[in-house]
Protein backbone atom coordinates (compact mmCIF):
# COMPACT_ATOMS: atom_id res chain seq x y z
CA UNK A 1 0.00 0.00 0.00
CA UNK A 2 1.75 3.23 -0.99
CA UNK A 3 2.65 5.65 1.73
CA UNK A 4 2.03 9.19 1.73
CA UNK A 5 2.87 11.72 4.79
CA UNK A 6 1.22 15.16 4.61
CA UNK A 7 1.18 18.13 6.86
CA UNK A 8 0.00 21.69 7.64
CA UNK A 9 1.67 24.61 9.13
CA UNK A 10 1.35 24.28 12.63
CA UNK A 11 -0.81 27.06 14.03
CA UNK A 12 0.65 29.58 16.13
CA UNK A 13 -1.11 29.77 19.60
CA UNK A 14 -2.14 33.37 20.31
CA UNK A 15 -5.47 33.10 19.29
CA UNK A 16 -8.90 31.49 17.48
CA UNK A 17 -8.55 29.50 14.27
CA UNK A 18 -9.91 31.96 11.49
CA UNK A 19 -10.57 31.12 7.80
CA UNK A 20 -7.38 31.51 6.73
CA UNK A 21 -6.66 28.57 9.10
CA UNK A 22 -9.49 26.69 7.86
CA UNK A 23 -8.80 26.89 4.23
CA UNK A 24 -5.67 25.23 5.11
CA UNK A 25 -7.18 22.30 7.14
CA UNK A 26 -9.90 21.53 4.93
CA UNK A 27 -7.80 21.57 1.92
CA UNK A 28 -5.14 19.32 3.35
CA UNK A 29 -7.98 17.02 5.00
CA UNK A 30 -9.58 16.96 1.16
CA UNK A 31 -6.18 15.89 -0.36
CA UNK A 32 -5.79 13.35 3.06
CA UNK A 33 -9.62 11.74 2.21
CA UNK A 34 -8.88 11.48 -1.40
CA UNK A 35 -5.64 9.91 -1.41
CA UNK A 36 -7.77 7.63 1.04
CA UNK A 37 -9.71 6.57 -1.46
CA UNK A 38 -7.11 5.70 -3.78
CA UNK A 39 -5.98 3.45 -1.59
CA UNK A 40 -2.95 4.99 0.08
CA UNK A 41 -2.06 4.47 3.62
CA UNK A 42 -2.39 8.03 4.36
CA UNK A 43 -0.88 9.86 7.39
CA UNK A 44 -2.56 13.71 8.04
CA UNK A 45 -0.08 15.64 10.47
CA UNK A 46 -1.44 19.48 12.33
CA UNK A 47 -0.71 20.88 15.89
CA UNK A 48 0.09 24.03 16.84
CA UNK A 49 3.14 25.94 17.21
CA UNK A 50 2.92 27.25 21.35
CA UNK A 51 6.46 28.72 21.84
CA UNK A 52 8.20 32.33 20.90
CA UNK A 53 8.00 35.48 22.25
CA UNK A 54 4.45 36.31 20.89
CA UNK A 55 3.10 33.77 23.25
CA UNK A 56 4.49 34.85 26.02
CA UNK A 57 3.96 38.31 25.54
CA UNK A 58 0.22 37.87 25.09
CA UNK A 59 0.09 35.20 28.20
CA UNK A 60 1.62 37.52 30.60
CA UNK A 61 -1.30 40.17 29.35
CA UNK A 62 -3.74 37.91 30.31
CA UNK A 63 -2.34 37.03 33.27
CA UNK A 64 -2.21 33.30 32.60
CA UNK A 65 0.99 30.75 32.65
CA UNK A 66 2.15 30.10 29.01
CA UNK A 67 1.59 26.50 29.29
CA UNK A 68 -2.05 26.88 30.35
CA UNK A 69 -2.70 29.77 27.88
CA UNK A 70 -1.34 27.24 25.02
CA UNK A 71 -3.78 24.53 26.48
CA UNK A 72 -6.72 26.43 26.28
CA UNK A 73 -6.04 27.79 22.78
CA UNK A 74 -5.09 24.09 21.64
CA UNK A 75 -8.53 22.98 22.81
CA UNK A 76 -10.20 25.92 20.94
CA UNK A 77 -7.99 24.60 17.59
CA UNK A 78 -9.08 20.95 18.25
CA UNK A 79 -12.25 21.66 19.08
CA UNK A 80 -13.25 23.88 15.32
CA UNK A 81 -11.21 20.83 13.51
CA UNK A 82 -13.29 18.26 14.95
CA UNK A 83 -16.56 20.68 13.62
CA UNK A 84 -15.17 20.43 10.39
CA UNK A 85 -14.35 17.05 10.23
CA UNK A 86 -10.84 17.62 9.65
CA UNK A 87 -9.42 13.76 9.73
CA UNK A 88 -5.90 14.32 10.84
CA UNK A 89 -4.09 11.43 12.30
CA UNK A 90 -1.72 13.17 14.22
CA UNK A 91 -2.01 16.48 16.28
CA UNK A 92 1.36 17.76 17.67
CA UNK A 93 2.04 20.14 20.09
CA UNK A 94 5.68 22.06 20.08
CA UNK A 95 5.19 21.84 23.56
CA UNK A 96 5.39 18.27 23.78
CA UNK A 97 8.34 16.78 25.61
CA UNK A 98 9.01 14.47 22.46
CA UNK A 99 9.07 17.28 20.55
CA UNK A 100 11.78 19.24 22.51
CA UNK A 101 14.01 16.52 22.53
CA UNK A 102 13.62 15.99 18.76
CA UNK A 103 14.19 19.58 18.08
CA UNK A 104 17.42 19.34 20.30
CA UNK A 105 18.69 16.05 18.44
CA UNK A 106 18.69 17.82 15.69
CA UNK A 107 20.30 21.12 16.23
CA UNK A 108 23.03 18.67 17.63
CA UNK A 109 23.23 16.54 14.62
CA UNK A 110 23.86 19.41 12.87
CA UNK A 111 26.29 20.68 14.65
CA UNK A 112 28.15 17.62 14.64
CA UNK A 113 27.66 16.90 10.69
CA UNK A 114 28.34 20.40 9.50
CA UNK A 115 30.52 22.16 12.46
CA UNK A 116 30.98 25.65 10.76
CA UNK A 117 26.94 26.01 10.35
CA UNK A 118 26.53 27.73 13.68
CA UNK A 119 28.53 30.05 15.04
CA UNK A 120 28.24 33.24 17.54
CA UNK A 121 27.50 36.90 16.47
CA UNK A 122 26.46 39.78 17.82
CA UNK A 123 23.41 41.47 16.30
CA UNK A 124 21.10 44.41 15.64
CA UNK A 125 18.40 44.41 13.94
CA UNK A 126 14.30 45.34 13.64
CA UNK A 127 12.13 42.35 15.27
CA UNK A 128 8.55 41.72 14.67
CA UNK A 129 7.37 39.70 17.14
CA UNK A 130 3.86 39.17 14.71
CA UNK A 131 6.19 37.09 12.88
CA UNK A 132 9.21 36.32 14.81
CA UNK A 133 11.20 37.63 12.51
CA UNK A 134 13.85 40.22 11.61
CA UNK A 135 12.95 42.01 9.17
CA UNK A 136 14.65 43.33 6.30
CA UNK A 137 14.49 46.80 4.64
CA UNK A 138 12.40 45.45 2.13
CA UNK A 139 10.10 43.66 4.32
CA UNK A 140 9.38 47.63 6.36
CA UNK A 141 7.04 49.68 5.02
CA UNK A 142 6.58 53.42 6.88
CA UNK A 143 8.30 51.90 9.66
CA UNK A 144 6.25 48.66 10.29
CA UNK A 145 6.18 44.87 8.97
CA UNK A 146 4.26 44.54 5.70
CA UNK A 147 2.60 41.58 6.85
CA UNK A 148 1.88 42.99 10.59
CA UNK A 149 1.33 46.92 9.64
CA UNK A 150 -0.51 47.33 13.65
CA UNK A 151 2.45 46.02 15.00
CA UNK A 152 5.79 48.49 16.27
CA UNK A 153 9.24 46.66 14.91
CA UNK A 154 11.51 46.34 17.90
CA UNK A 155 14.97 47.02 17.67
CA UNK A 156 16.42 44.05 18.88
CA UNK A 157 20.88 43.77 19.79
CA UNK A 158 22.09 40.90 21.45
CA UNK A 159 24.74 37.95 20.74
CA UNK A 160 23.07 34.61 19.66
CA UNK A 161 23.94 31.26 17.61
CA UNK A 162 23.68 32.18 13.73
CA UNK A 163 22.99 29.32 11.64
CA UNK A 164 25.08 29.62 8.09
CA UNK A 165 22.20 29.95 5.53
CA UNK A 166 24.03 31.40 3.07
CA UNK A 167 26.38 28.56 2.48
CA UNK A 168 23.21 26.76 1.20
CA UNK A 169 21.57 29.01 -1.73
CA UNK A 170 23.95 27.45 -4.59
CA UNK A 171 21.83 24.19 -2.94
CA UNK A 172 19.26 25.76 -2.72
CA UNK A 173 18.72 27.30 -6.25
CA UNK A 174 20.28 24.20 -7.68
CA UNK A 175 17.17 22.05 -6.02
CA UNK A 176 14.59 24.70 -7.11
CA UNK A 177 15.94 24.50 -10.74
CA UNK A 178 16.66 20.90 -11.13
CA UNK A 179 13.30 19.69 -9.06
CA UNK A 180 10.77 22.75 -9.93
CA UNK A 181 8.07 20.36 -8.52
CA UNK A 182 10.08 21.05 -4.68
CA UNK A 183 7.83 24.35 -4.49
CA UNK A 184 4.53 24.82 -6.08
CA UNK A 185 2.50 26.45 -7.42
CA UNK A 186 4.90 28.01 -9.95
CA UNK A 187 4.20 31.95 -8.89
CA UNK A 188 5.29 30.93 -5.42
CA UNK A 189 8.62 29.21 -6.53
CA UNK A 190 9.78 32.24 -8.77
CA UNK A 191 9.31 34.30 -5.53
CA UNK A 192 11.61 31.86 -3.60
CA UNK A 193 13.99 32.02 -6.70
CA UNK A 194 14.11 35.64 -7.06
CA UNK A 195 14.91 35.74 -3.45
CA UNK A 196 17.93 33.56 -3.71
CA UNK A 197 19.14 35.78 -6.54
CA UNK A 198 19.21 39.03 -4.14
CA UNK A 199 21.82 36.46 -1.53
CA UNK A 200 20.68 34.66 1.63
CA UNK A 201 21.90 36.05 4.71
CA UNK A 202 22.89 33.90 8.06
CA UNK A 203 19.86 33.96 10.32
CA UNK A 204 19.74 34.02 13.98
CA UNK A 205 19.24 30.22 15.49
CA UNK A 206 19.02 31.32 19.52
CA UNK A 207 17.59 34.42 21.63
CA UNK A 208 18.61 35.55 24.69
CA UNK A 209 15.91 36.44 27.16
CA UNK A 210 13.27 34.20 25.63
CA UNK A 211 12.28 32.29 28.72
CA UNK A 212 9.49 30.53 26.48
CA UNK A 213 11.10 28.54 24.18
CA UNK A 214 13.12 25.07 23.97
CA UNK A 215 16.60 25.39 25.35
CA UNK A 216 18.76 25.80 22.66
CA UNK A 217 21.33 22.58 23.32
CA UNK A 218 24.35 24.87 22.29
CA UNK A 219 25.57 27.47 25.13
CA UNK A 220 27.38 30.57 23.95
CA UNK A 221 31.10 30.81 25.08
CA UNK A 222 30.42 32.83 27.77
CA UNK A 223 28.11 29.74 29.48
CA UNK A 224 24.81 31.44 27.94
CA UNK A 225 22.12 28.79 27.51
CA UNK A 226 19.32 30.99 25.24
CA UNK A 227 16.00 30.03 23.90
CA UNK A 228 15.44 28.59 20.53
CA UNK A 229 14.77 30.69 17.43
CA UNK A 230 11.02 29.68 17.32
CA UNK A 231 11.27 28.66 13.57
CA UNK A 232 14.33 26.51 14.46
CA UNK A 233 11.77 24.87 16.85
CA UNK A 234 8.24 25.17 14.98
CA UNK A 235 9.51 23.59 11.63
CA UNK A 236 11.17 20.53 12.85
CA UNK A 237 7.58 19.17 14.08
CA UNK A 238 7.11 17.98 10.42
CA UNK A 239 10.12 15.57 11.71
CA UNK A 240 9.58 14.84 15.40
CA UNK A 241 6.29 13.59 14.94
CA UNK A 242 7.31 10.67 13.11
CA UNK A 243 9.16 9.76 15.99
CA UNK A 244 12.74 11.20 15.09
CA UNK A 245 15.48 10.89 16.42
CA UNK A 246 14.10 7.19 17.84
CA UNK A 247 14.69 4.47 15.56
CA UNK A 248 12.26 3.24 12.92
CA UNK A 249 11.44 7.10 11.74
CA UNK A 250 12.33 6.55 8.57
CA UNK A 251 9.56 4.84 8.13
CA UNK A 252 7.56 7.54 7.40
CA UNK A 253 9.82 10.52 6.60
CA UNK A 254 10.68 12.68 4.09
CA UNK A 255 6.77 13.49 4.13
CA UNK A 256 5.21 13.78 0.99
CA UNK A 257 3.45 16.90 1.18
CA UNK A 258 4.05 19.87 3.38
CA UNK A 259 0.71 22.42 2.85
CA UNK A 260 1.52 25.98 4.16
CA UNK A 261 0.07 29.76 3.28
CA UNK A 262 2.57 31.68 0.73
CA UNK A 263 3.47 34.17 3.46
CA UNK A 264 5.74 31.55 5.00
CA UNK A 265 6.92 30.26 2.04
CA UNK A 266 10.59 31.16 2.58
CA UNK A 267 10.87 29.33 5.58
CA UNK A 268 9.24 26.41 4.13
CA UNK A 269 11.66 26.55 0.87
CA UNK A 270 14.69 28.26 1.95
CA UNK A 271 14.95 27.78 5.84
CA UNK A 272 14.22 24.14 6.25
CA UNK A 273 15.97 22.27 3.60
CA UNK A 274 18.94 23.58 4.37
CA UNK A 275 18.59 22.97 8.25
CA UNK A 276 17.71 19.21 6.69
CA UNK A 277 20.74 18.99 4.38
CA UNK A 278 23.23 20.44 7.06
CA UNK A 279 21.91 17.26 8.73
CA UNK A 280 22.17 15.17 6.07
CA UNK A 281 18.43 14.12 6.40
CA UNK A 282 15.83 13.44 3.43
CA UNK A 283 14.01 16.81 2.18
CA UNK A 284 10.41 16.36 1.68
CA UNK A 285 9.37 16.10 -1.79
CA UNK A 286 6.85 19.13 -1.60
CA UNK A 287 6.54 22.20 -0.71
CA UNK A 288 2.70 23.80 -1.71
CA UNK A 289 1.59 26.72 -0.81
CA UNK A 290 -1.55 28.02 -1.01
CA UNK A 291 -3.16 31.40 -1.13
CA UNK A 292 -5.25 34.09 1.25
CA UNK A 293 -8.86 33.80 2.28
CA UNK A 294 -9.93 37.76 1.55
CA UNK A 295 -12.81 39.39 2.90
CA UNK A 296 -14.03 42.15 0.71
CA UNK A 297 -10.26 42.72 -1.03
CA UNK A 298 -8.13 42.83 2.78
CA UNK A 299 -6.77 39.49 4.00
CA UNK A 300 -8.40 38.05 7.32
CA UNK A 301 -5.50 39.26 10.06
CA UNK A 302 -6.57 39.45 13.94
CA UNK A 303 -4.23 42.04 13.98
CA UNK A 304 -5.53 44.45 11.55
CA UNK A 305 -9.32 43.70 12.50
CA UNK A 306 -9.98 42.08 9.38
CA UNK A 307 -11.92 38.99 10.62
CA UNK A 308 -15.40 36.78 10.65
CA UNK A 309 -16.40 34.27 12.85
CA UNK A 310 -15.43 30.86 11.68
CA UNK A 311 -17.93 29.30 13.96
CA UNK A 312 -20.71 31.44 12.54
CA UNK A 313 -19.35 30.60 8.96
CA UNK A 314 -19.75 26.63 9.54
CA UNK A 315 -23.54 27.03 11.29
CA UNK A 316 -24.67 28.78 8.53
CA UNK A 317 -25.08 26.31 6.34
CA UNK A 318 -23.28 23.20 8.27
CA UNK A 319 -19.56 21.90 8.07
CA UNK A 320 -20.29 20.05 4.65
CA UNK A 321 -21.49 23.06 2.73
CA UNK A 322 -18.91 25.22 4.25
CA UNK A 323 -16.36 22.91 2.82
CA UNK A 324 -17.59 22.58 -0.15
CA UNK A 325 -18.07 26.81 -1.14
CA UNK A 326 -15.20 27.56 0.80
CA UNK A 327 -12.81 25.35 -1.54
CA UNK A 328 -15.22 26.07 -4.67
CA UNK A 329 -14.51 29.79 -4.07
CA UNK A 330 -10.77 30.10 -3.20
CA UNK A 331 -8.50 28.73 -5.58
CA UNK A 332 -6.34 26.44 -3.64
CA UNK A 333 -3.03 27.75 -5.93
CA UNK A 334 -4.12 31.75 -5.38
CA UNK A 335 -5.95 34.31 -3.16
CA UNK A 336 -9.86 34.39 -3.27
CA UNK A 337 -12.33 36.11 -1.57
CA UNK A 338 -14.99 35.42 0.90
CA UNK A 339 -18.56 37.18 1.66
CA UNK A 340 -21.89 35.99 2.98
CA UNK A 341 -23.52 37.03 -0.64
CA UNK A 342 -21.33 34.05 -2.42
CA UNK A 343 -21.72 31.74 0.39
CA UNK A 344 -25.51 31.70 -0.29
CA UNK A 345 -25.61 32.05 -4.09
CA UNK A 346 -23.16 28.59 -4.37
CA UNK A 347 -24.86 26.79 -1.42
CA UNK A 348 -28.28 27.28 -3.79
CA UNK A 349 -26.93 26.67 -7.08
CA UNK A 350 -24.27 23.62 -6.48
CA UNK A 351 -25.82 22.33 -3.30
CA UNK A 352 -29.18 22.59 -3.18
CA UNK A 353 -30.40 23.10 -7.33
CA UNK A 354 -27.78 20.85 -8.87
CA UNK A 355 -26.56 17.81 -6.72
CA UNK A 356 -29.31 17.73 -3.63
CA UNK A 357 -32.10 18.29 -6.33
CA UNK A 358 -30.97 15.35 -8.66
CA UNK A 359 -30.50 12.73 -6.18
CA UNK A 360 -34.28 13.71 -4.33
CA UNK A 361 -35.62 13.22 -7.76
CA UNK A 362 -33.67 10.09 -9.31
CA UNK A 363 -34.36 8.51 -5.78
CA UNK A 364 -38.23 9.36 -5.83
CA UNK A 365 -38.48 8.28 -9.27
CA UNK A 366 -37.14 4.39 -8.24
CA UNK A 367 -39.38 4.73 -5.76
CA UNK A 368 -42.28 5.41 -7.50
CA UNK A 369 -41.76 3.39 -10.80
CA UNK A 370 -39.87 0.86 -9.33
CA UNK A 371 -40.73 -0.25 -6.03
CA UNK A 372 -37.72 1.43 -4.50
CA UNK A 373 -35.23 -1.22 -6.13
CA UNK A 374 -32.78 -0.07 -8.74
CA UNK A 375 -32.81 -1.74 -12.11
CA UNK A 376 -29.82 -3.28 -13.69
CA UNK A 377 -29.26 -2.39 -17.27
CA UNK A 378 -26.63 -1.16 -19.80
CA UNK A 379 -24.77 1.78 -19.45
CA UNK A 380 -26.16 4.48 -21.92
CA UNK A 381 -23.78 6.17 -24.56
CA UNK A 382 -24.41 9.73 -23.08
CA UNK A 383 -23.06 8.72 -20.38
CA UNK A 384 -19.65 7.42 -21.47
CA UNK A 385 -19.20 11.29 -21.90
CA UNK A 386 -18.83 11.24 -17.63
CA UNK A 387 -15.38 9.87 -18.06
CA UNK A 388 -13.79 12.52 -19.51
CA UNK A 389 -15.34 14.77 -16.37
CA UNK A 390 -13.58 12.28 -14.10
CA UNK A 391 -10.20 12.05 -15.77
CA UNK A 392 -10.31 16.00 -15.32
CA UNK A 393 -11.05 15.55 -11.72
CA UNK A 394 -8.32 12.79 -10.93
CA UNK A 395 -6.02 15.13 -13.02
CA UNK A 396 -6.82 18.39 -9.97
CA UNK A 397 -6.86 16.27 -7.19
CA UNK A 398 -3.84 13.60 -7.64
CA UNK A 399 -0.82 16.16 -7.68
CA UNK A 400 0.99 15.52 -10.49
CA UNK A 401 -0.29 19.24 -11.88
CA UNK A 402 -0.50 20.64 -9.06
CA UNK A 403 -3.32 20.45 -6.09
CA UNK A 404 -6.05 22.29 -7.84
CA UNK A 405 -9.10 21.38 -6.03
CA UNK A 406 -10.90 24.08 -6.71
CA UNK A 407 -10.87 22.66 -10.20
CA UNK A 408 -12.02 19.58 -9.06
CA UNK A 409 -14.97 20.14 -7.38
CA UNK A 410 -15.73 22.29 -10.95
CA UNK A 411 -14.95 19.09 -13.09
CA UNK A 412 -17.86 17.38 -10.55
CA UNK A 413 -20.30 19.96 -11.42
CA UNK A 414 -20.26 19.78 -14.45
CA UNK A 415 -21.16 16.23 -13.89
CA UNK A 416 -23.95 16.98 -11.76
CA UNK A 417 -25.01 19.36 -15.00
CA UNK A 418 -24.92 16.74 -17.35
CA UNK A 419 -27.01 14.20 -15.36
CA UNK A 420 -29.56 17.11 -14.63
CA UNK A 421 -29.32 17.58 -18.15
CA UNK A 422 -30.17 14.02 -19.25
CA UNK A 423 -32.69 13.92 -16.78
CA UNK A 424 -35.17 16.42 -18.39
CA UNK A 425 -34.03 15.62 -21.70
CA UNK A 426 -35.54 11.60 -21.29
CA UNK A 427 -38.36 13.04 -19.43
CA UNK A 428 -38.13 9.23 -17.32
CA UNK A 429 -42.33 10.50 -15.53
CA UNK A 430 -43.30 10.91 -19.08
CA UNK A 431 -42.06 7.29 -20.42
CA UNK A 432 -43.14 5.74 -17.44
CA UNK A 433 -46.63 6.80 -18.60
CA UNK A 434 -46.34 3.73 -21.72
CA UNK A 435 -45.69 0.27 -20.74
CA UNK A 436 -43.58 -0.86 -24.18
CA UNK A 437 -41.17 1.83 -22.74
CA UNK A 438 -40.37 -0.12 -19.57
CA UNK A 439 -36.92 -0.59 -20.68
CA UNK A 440 -35.83 2.91 -21.75
CA UNK A 441 -37.45 3.69 -18.14
CA UNK A 442 -35.14 1.05 -16.60
CA UNK A 443 -32.25 2.26 -18.18
CA UNK A 444 -32.40 5.83 -17.51
CA UNK A 445 -33.23 5.30 -13.61
CA UNK A 446 -30.44 3.01 -13.75
CA UNK A 447 -28.22 5.28 -15.83
CA UNK A 448 -29.45 8.44 -13.27
CA UNK A 449 -28.78 6.40 -9.70
CA UNK A 450 -24.95 4.90 -11.23
CA UNK A 451 -24.55 8.81 -11.93
CA UNK A 452 -25.31 10.25 -8.33
CA UNK A 453 -23.17 6.97 -6.72
CA UNK A 454 -19.77 8.29 -9.12
CA UNK A 455 -20.60 11.56 -8.11
CA UNK A 456 -20.80 11.03 -4.26
CA UNK A 457 -17.61 8.94 -4.14
CA UNK A 458 -16.03 11.86 -5.91
CA UNK A 459 -17.62 14.53 -3.56
CA UNK A 460 -16.23 12.49 -0.14
CA UNK A 461 -13.43 14.42 0.22
CA UNK A 462 -14.70 17.16 0.20
CA UNK A 463 -18.64 16.64 2.10
CA UNK A 464 -17.96 13.48 4.05
CA UNK A 465 -20.94 13.40 5.82
CA UNK A 466 -23.42 15.08 3.69
CA UNK A 467 -22.60 11.88 1.09
CA UNK A 468 -22.25 9.57 3.58
CA UNK A 469 -26.46 10.13 4.03
CA UNK A 470 -26.47 10.27 -0.09
CA UNK A 471 -24.77 6.85 -0.42
CA UNK A 472 -27.30 5.10 2.63
CA UNK A 473 -30.33 6.96 0.67
CA UNK A 474 -28.94 5.35 -2.84
CA UNK A 475 -28.89 2.21 -0.65
CA UNK A 476 -24.55 1.59 -2.16
CA UNK A 477 -22.79 -1.24 0.17
CA UNK A 478 -21.02 -0.11 2.89
CA UNK A 479 -19.63 3.57 3.51
CA UNK A 480 -18.21 5.57 0.86
CA UNK A 481 -15.40 6.23 2.88
CA UNK A 482 -14.18 2.63 1.84
CA UNK A 483 -14.93 2.78 -2.06
CA UNK A 484 -11.68 3.01 -3.72
CA UNK A 485 -11.71 4.93 -7.22
CA UNK A 486 -10.46 2.05 -8.51
CA UNK A 487 -13.85 0.62 -8.83
CA UNK A 488 -15.98 3.68 -9.36
CA UNK A 489 -15.84 2.72 -13.50
CA UNK A 490 -17.35 -1.04 -12.85
CA UNK A 491 -19.71 0.20 -10.04
CA UNK A 492 -23.30 -1.76 -10.30
CA UNK A 493 -26.02 -0.02 -8.90
CA UNK A 494 -28.42 -2.81 -10.03
CA UNK A 495 -30.33 -4.45 -7.02
CA UNK A 496 -29.65 -1.34 -4.35
CA UNK A 497 -32.68 -0.50 -2.20
CA UNK A 498 -33.37 3.33 -2.19
CA UNK A 499 -34.81 5.60 0.50
CA UNK A 500 -36.02 9.16 -0.07
CA UNK A 501 -34.83 11.13 3.54
CA UNK A 502 -34.78 14.60 4.33
CA UNK A 503 -33.47 17.19 2.33
CA UNK A 504 -29.97 17.15 1.82
CA UNK A 505 -29.41 20.92 1.45
CA UNK A 506 -32.75 22.63 2.64
CA UNK A 507 -32.85 26.22 0.46
CA UNK A 508 -32.51 29.13 3.10
CA UNK A 509 -35.41 31.00 4.12
Given at each position: ??????????D????????????????????????????D???????????G????QT???????????????????KA??????VS??????TT?????D??????R????R?????????????????????????D??D????????R??????E?N????????Q?F???????N?S?C??E?????????????????S?????????????????T??????????????????A??????????R?????H????DI?R??V?????????A?L??P????A??F?Q?G????S????????L?????????????????RE???????N??????E??????L??N?????????????????G????AA?P????G??A????????????????????L????????????Y????????????????A????I????????A?Q????????????????????????V??????????????????T??????????
Open positions: MPRFYLTTAIYANGDPHLGHALEKIGADVIARYRRLCGDVHLLIGMDEHQKVQAAKEGVAPQAFTDEIAGRFMWAKLGYDQFIREAHHKGVSALIRIAESPDDFYERSYTGMYCVGCEAFKQDAIVGTCVLHPTTLEEVERWFFRLSKYPLQELLTTPFEPSRRNEILGLLAQGLEDIASRARLEWAVPFPLPLSGETQGTYVWFDALPNYLTTGFPDAGYEAWPADLIIGKTFHVIWPAMLQAGPLKQVWHGVLGERFKSAGVKLDGEAVDRFGADAFRYVLLVPFDGDGFSWERFERYTADANFGNLASRAIAMVEKYCDVVPSRAHEEDDEIATYHRAMHGDEGWLLHDGSAVYRLTARANETAATAPWAVAKDPARRELEQLASLIRRIRTVLLAPFMPTKVEQVWQQLGGPGAADQRFAGLDALDVGGWTVKGEPLFPRPA
